[in-house]
C-alpha cells in the first residue's frame, strides 16, 4: 500500500500518464467530432498508422516537427475524405469502410515504410519533439507542445460544439438528419467535414507516437490505441471534457500497470498487466451500457428523401 | 451528389461493376509498384505465377486459403445477422490453444486414448473456445447493448496476450530453446496430406463441406431463415415472432466455432503446434473475404483462393523483384472498398444534383 503511494507522490508518474494520454485524447477528440455527426469512424486505427508514417517520413526528409504534424492531419484528413465519401455520399455500412479504411491505411504505410527503407534492421531516426522545460509548472513542463495542444483542443472543441452554428449542424446531423435537412443544413456536407476534421485530429494523434512519444516508427506500434479510443467516446458520452478525463483515467491504469510491472515480482506472468488496459476498456463500455447516450442518427446512413 | 435506387440493375451494369472494381485495384496497386521502382507488367506476371501458376503455387495458395474460407464464413454467418464480429482472429487463437491442450498436452502425447476419440474432442474443444469467446460480447450486446465491435476487438488484443502467457507458461514447448511455441500435437492427430510433396491438408475439405452445409442451413432451414430476417430487420423479425435474442446468440456461437476450428485445423494440418505468429490477420482477412463474397457460404470458396492467392503470389514475387509483400494487404483492401462501391453502383444511380 505504501509503495503505491510513494508512487502516486512520484511526479515521473504523473508525467507519464499525460505522455500516455496524450494521442488517446487526440484520437478520442476525433472520434467524437465523426460520431457526433452521426459516422462511425473504425479507420481510426489505420489513420493513427498512416498520421504516425507520413509524419515521420516528412520530419525523416527534412522538415521541420510542425510541418511534420501537418503532413499527418492532412494524411488523416485525406482518408476521412475517403471514408466520408463512402460512408456519406454512397452511405454504404460504416462499419465495413472503417475497417477497410484502417486495413489500407496499414497497408500503405507499411508498404511505403519498406519502399523507403528496405533493408533496415534498426529503424531509422529523427529528433523528436522536445519537452518545454520553459513552462513553469511541473508535469507539463516535461511534456512536448503536441500534449499542450491536445489539451487546449478540448476546450476549443467543446466550444465549437455547443457554443458555435457549425457546432449546432454538427450535433443536428448526429440526432436528426431530417430536420436538418429541413432547417437548410447540408447533411452531406457537414458530416463530411466533421469526418474530415475528426480524421486529422486521429492523424495528428498518430504523429504523436512517432514525433513525440519515440523517435521513430515501427510496426504495430498503434497497437490497439484506435479501438481504446472508440471506447472511451462512449465512456465519455460524447462530451469533449468528460474524454479528457477518460483519456486521463484510462491513461492513469495504463502508467500503473507498467510500473507494477517493473516492480513485479513473478507471482504474474507480465502478459496479464499488458491486459489491463484492454480489460479495462471493456469494463468502461459495460459499466456505462445502461446509460450510453448515443448519439441518434449514429450509424444510420442518411439518404436524401429515403426513409 | 444523391442516391436513387435503380428499378432493376441491367444485366450489363452487373458485368461492368465486377471489372471495374478489378480495374480500380489494378491500378492503384500498378502506382505502388511504380513507387518501388519495379517493372509494373513484371511484378503482376510474377505475382499471378507465385499464387497459381503451378502446382507447388496452387498447393500453397489452397493451404493458405483453408483457415481464410473458415474465418471468411464465421464473418459471413455473423454479419448475415448483423453481428459485426470483428473477433475472428482471437478465436481463431483460442481454438488452437484448446487443440493444443485437447491433443498436444499430457506429456506430450494427448490424452492417452485412441485418436477417433481424441481428434472429435479436439475438434469440439477448439469450436467451443471460439463460441464461448464470442458469447461474452453477444451477451452484452443482446443484454446491455455495448457495442460488439469495440469489444471483439478488444478481445483479440487480450487473447493474443493470452497466448503469449501459455507459451511462456503451461504450453511451454521445453524442447525450443527459448523459441516462443507450445508443445507439438500428438502426430497421430495431424490431418493427413491431400498430395504428397506439398502441404495442402484435409482441412480444405472440411472447410469446403462446412461451407456447403452453411449455404444449405442459410437456403433451406427455418434456423438460416431468422438468421436473414434478423440481420435484414431485427424489429420487423422479432414482430414475426422470430426471437431475436436466440439467434444472435446462436449466430454468435456459429461464426466463434468457425473462427475456432480455423485455428484447430491450422494446427493439426500445418503448423502442428501454436505459435504468435501462427495467423497473419487470418480473422481480418476473413471479414474481407465475406464482404467480396457478399455474404454467400460458397462465394467465400471462390474469395479465399482470391486472398490466398495474392497472398502466396506476394511473397513469392517479393522474394524475386523485392517488391514489399505488403503489397498484398493494399491489394487486399483496395478490393474490399472497390467492391463495396461497385456493388452499390448495381443497386443506385448516382445523380448529381
New interface residues.
Given amino acids: 500500500m505504501t509503495d503505491i503511494l510513494d508512487l502516486l507522490s512520484n511526479v515521473s508518474f504523473w508525467i507519464a500518464v499525460l505522455r500516455i494520454a496524450t494521442p488517446l485524447i487526440l484520437g478520442t477528440l476525433g472520434v467524437l467530432l465523426c460520431e457526433r455527426a452521426g459516422v462511425l469512424n ?1 479507420g481510426i486505427e489505420g489513420i493513427m498508422v498512416a498520421g504516425a508514417f507520413a509524419g515521420w517520413l516528412a520530419v525523416y526528409a527534412g522538415a521541420p516537427l510542425w510541418m511534420g504534424v501537418c503532413v499527418a492531419a492532412l494524411t488523416g484528413a485525406a482518408f476521412g475524405l ?1 471514408h466520408a465519401w ?1 460512408t456519406v ?5 460504416q ?3 472503417g ?3 484502417t ?2 491505411a ?3 504505410s ?3 515504410y ?2 523507403s527503407f ?1 533493408k533496415v534492421s534498426t529503424p531509422p531516426t529523427i529528433t523528436p519533439f522536445a519537452p518545454m522545460d520553459w513552462l513553469p509548472i511541473p508535469v507539463l513542463d516535461a511534456q512536448t507542445s503536441l500534449t499542450l495542444l491536445a489539451l487546449v483542443l478540448v476546450p476549443v472543441i467543446s466550444y465549437l460544439l455547443y457554443r458555435t452554428p457549425v457546432g449546432l449542424a454538427v450535433r443536428m446531423v448526429g440526432e436528426n438528419p431530417q430536420a436538418a435537412e429541413g432547417q437548410g443544413v447540408s447533411v ?1 456536407w457537414v458530416r463530411t467535414g466533421a469526418i474530415v476534421a475528426g480524421s486529422a485530429l486521429m492523424g495528428v494523434a498518430g504523429s504523436f507516437l512517432t514525433l513525440s512519444a519515440f523517435n521513430a516508427f515501427f510496426f504495430n506500434m498503434v ?2 490505441r484506435g ?2 479510443c ?2 472511451l467516446v ?1 465512456f465519455a458520452a460524447w462530451r469533449p471534457g468528460k474524454a479528457l478525463l477518460g483519456a486521463l483515467l484510462f491513461a492513469f491504469f495504463d502508467a500503473l500497470q507498467l510500473r507494477l510491472q517493473q516492480a513485479g515480482d513473478a507471482a504474474l ?1 507480465y ?2 498487466y ?2 489491463l488496459p ?2 479495462l ?2 469494463l468502461a ?2 459499466l456505462v ?2 446509460k ?1 447516450a448515443y448519439p441518434q442518427a449514429l450509424m444510420k446512413p442518411y ?4 426513409r | ?3 436513387e ?1 435503380r428499378g432493376e440493375s441491367s444485366a450489363i451494369l452487373m458485368l461492368i461493376a465486377p471489372v471495374a472494381a478489378i480495374a480500380v485495384t489494378l491500378v492503384v496497386t500498378a502506382l ?1 509498384v511504380l ?2 521502382g519495379a517493372p509494373v507488367g513484371k511484378t503482376y506476371v510474377l505475382l499471378l505465377q507465385g499464387g497459381f501458376g503451378s502446382v507447388f503455387a496452387l498447393s500453397e495458395t489452397l493451404t493458405r486459403a483453408t483457415p481464410l474460407i473458415l474465418t471468411g464464413l464465421a464473418a459471413t454467418v455473423a454479419f448475415k445477422a448483423r453481428l ?1 464480429n ?1 473477433g475472428a482472429e482471437g478465436q481463431l487463437y483460442v481454438g488452437a490453444l484448446a487443440a493444443i491442450a485437447v491433443g498436444g498436452l499430457h506429456g506430450g502425447t494427448g490424452l492417452e486414448w485412441s485418436p477417433w476419440i481424441v481428434f472429435p474432442l479436439m475438434m469440439m474443444a477448439a469450436a467451443m473456445a471460439g463460441a464461448l469467446l464470442l458469447l461474452g460480447p453477444a451477451l ?1 450486446k443482446t443484454r ?4 460488439e ?3 471483439t ?3 483479440n ?2 487473447v493474443l ?2 497466448v ?2 501459455m507459451l ?2 503451461p504450453m511451454k514447448d521445453p524442447t525450443a530453446m527459448g523459441w516462443p511455441q507450445s508443445v507439438a500435437l500428438n502426430g497421430e492427430l495431424e490431418l493427413s496430406k491431400l498430395i504428397d510433396g506439398t502441404r495442402v491438408h484435409t482441412g480444405l475439405i472440411w472447410a469446403t463441406t462446412l461451407a456447403v452445409m452453411l449455404w444449405a442451413i442459410f437456403k433451406y432451414t427455418t434456423v438460416g431463415f431468422s438468421i436473414r430476417a434478423v440481420g435484414a430487420n431485427a424489429r420487423a423479425a422479432a414482430f414475426a415472432g422470430v426471437p431475436v435474442t436466440g439467434t444472435v446468440v446462436l449466430v454468435a456461437m456459429l461464426s466463434g466455432a468457425l473462427a475456432g476450428l480455423a485455428g484447430a485445423i491450422e494446427v493439426a494440418g500445418r503448423t502442428n503446434y501454436v505459435t504468435l505468429d501462427m495467423s497473419p490477420g487470418y480473422g ?1 482477412s476473413g ?2 473475404i465475406a ?1 467480396l463474397a457478399g455474404l454467400h457460404p460458397i462465394g467465400v470458396l471462390a474469395a479465399s483462393v482470391f486472398v490466398a492467392g495474392v497472398l502466396v503470389g506476394a511473397d513469392s514475387m517479393s522474394r524475386a523483384i ?1 517488391v ?1 509483400t ?2 498484398a ?2 491489394i ?3 478490393s ?2 472497390s467492391v ?2 461497385a456493388t ?1 453502383l448495381t443497386q ?1 444511380r448516382v445523380r448529381l444534383k
Fill in positions: 473504425l475517403l463512402l455520399g454512397l452511405a454504404l455500412s462499419h465495413v469502410s475497417l477497410g479504411i486495413m489500407l496499414t497497408a500503405l507499411y508498404y511505403g519498406r519502399v528496405p452531406a497497437n490497439g479501438w481504446i472508440v471506447a462512449v506472468p502478459q496479464v499488458l491486459m484492454y480489460v476498456s471493456i463500455l459495460v451500457a445502461r450510453a439518404r436524401k428523401g429515403e | 451528389m444523391r442516391l435506387k505502388l513507387w518501388a459485426f470483428i452484452l446491455l447493448g455495448v457495442d465491435v469495440v469489444t476487438l478488444l478481445l488484443f487480450i496476450l493470452l503469449s502467457a511462456d507458461g481480418y471479414i474481407v464482404m523485392g514489399p505488403y503489397i494487404d493494399v487486399v483492401a483496395t474490399l472498398l463495396l462501391v452499390l443506385y
